[in-house]
């Protein structure tokens, strides 16, 4: 099993910026990749931002791309999402996931992860 916890949502003004974190434990071999997903209220998951595990490749929701930059930390186990030019509606609780599938491509359906922290709660006031 892996788990995942995620850290670093908070309050903040529009065009501000905050990074959040997940870190992973467990049985970290068997994650391909790994994904951010969020839910505002009302509204269903949707994809943000995923990256492979090794050798790179990124691939971003075109409502995020330009502001919001997905890396990962392999020696340390951890996962970010720095958030740039924050806009009301990026306002959601913010969720990493892990796809322990290897794919030759990045995965964006939440069904395609199998591992998934608690969430962490982003607000952003205009």
């Known amino acids: 099993q892996v788990q995942l916890v995620e850290s670093g949502g908070g309050l903040v003004q529009a065009g501000g910026s905050l990074r959040l974190s997940c870190a992973a434990s467990g049985r970290t071999v068997t994650v391909y990749g790994m994904g951010w997903f969020r839910q505002a209220p009302g509204k269903e998951r949707e994809f943000v931002a995923a990256?492979?595990?090794?050798?790179?490749?990124?691939y971003y929701a075109d409502s995020v791309k330009g502001r919001f930059t997905i890396s990962r930390d392999n020696a340390k186990n951890t996962l970010y999402l720095q958030m740039n030019s924050l806009k009301p509606e990026d306002t959601a609780v913010y969720y990493c996931?892990?796809?322990?599938?290897?794919?030759?491509?990045?995965?964006?359906?939440?069904?395609?992860?199998?591992?998934w922290g608690q969430g962490t709660q982003v607000t952003v006031s205009s």
């Open positions: 996931a892990g796809d322990r599938e290897r794919r030759t491509y990045i995965a964006i359906s939440a069904t395609s992860y199998e591992y």
């Open positions: 990256i492979r595990w090794s050798g790179g490749g990124t």
